[in-house]
């Protein structure tokens, strides 16, 4: 799985590089490769990706690959094609509070940190309806402005756009959290986040699928497939495969 494209703070990239090897770029929408420590959105959403995961960047045997969830490790590469790792953040004096693991029911996961100057931060990454459905503000060109139904729909247009594309979306997140708040409970913990991002990974079908969905077809067999992917990803999938041949379906 690999990052295909990034959404952060109202402007979109392309993220080249194939694999695990980090030696990707980000390029804008005009063609131009992006210094990311000149964009402040950019930069934050692959920090906030690189930590609030459980996967590792590894090399064996001098290559490259990944340790952990294979969608975490999309986003590591992703974040390592800046330089930027797990291990870099930590050294800056960045102590993690408490993690809040991913599960089905949440479909999320997060983080409390604490930074140099004693702030605490909850940084967050999840299922992008899940994200909006608790995000009461965004980043936009750096700044945190409302998230008002325009800029919702702004969003929601953007996952739609990844989704038409076979990404599968993870949105990303943060807020900050007072100091007699940072034991409170998960729930509100998680609530009024600021949303500043989000990836598209692309996950592509074995070559073998397409083949199988239409043999299955022409014995009188309905393929039907199952899935936890936005569905706009799902129909560009199943197009891709051969399940959804018409769009009467």
Request: with cysteine.
């Amino acid at each position: 799985m690999q990052v295909m494209r990034i959404w952060a703070g109202g402007k979109s990239w392309t993220v080249t590089g194939e694999g695990f090897d980090p030696h990707g770029a980000f390029v804008d929408a005009s063609g131009t490769e992006t210094d990311v420590t000149a964009d402040a959105d950019l930069r934050h959403v692959l920090m906030i990706s690189a930590y609030c995961n459980d996967a590792e960047l590894i090399a064996t045997d001098g290559r490259p690959g990944v340790q952990g969830n294979p969608t975490e490790g999309a986003l590591v590469v992703a974040a390592a094609n800046a330089g930027i790792t797990r291990e870099g953040i930590r050294e800056r004096d960045i102590d993690t509070l408490r993690a809040f693991p991913f599960d089905s029911t949440r479909k999320m996961m997060s983080v409390l940190v604490r930074l140099p100057d004693g702030e605490r931060l909850l940084v967050a990454k999840g299922a992008p309806d899940v994200i909006l459905a608790q995000a009461t503000e965004m980043r936009m060109n750096g700044e945190v402005v409302p998230l008002t139904e325009a800029r919702r729909a702004e969003v929601e247009a953007v996952i739609a756009e990844f989704g038409s594309r076979a990404l599968r979306t993870l949105a990303v997140a943060y807020k900050r959290v007072a100091k007699d708040q940072a034991d409170g409970d998960l729930t509100d913990l998680e609530q009024d986040v600021i949303l500043i991002g989000v990836h598209g990974i692309i996950d592509p079908p074995r070559p073998e699928v397409r083949a199988a969905v239409s043999e299955a077809a022409s014995a009188g067999v309905r393929t039907v497939m199952i899935t936890g992917d936005h569905a706009a990803t799902a129909q560009a999938i199943a197009e891709e495969i051969g399940i959804k041949t018409s769009d009467a379906q």
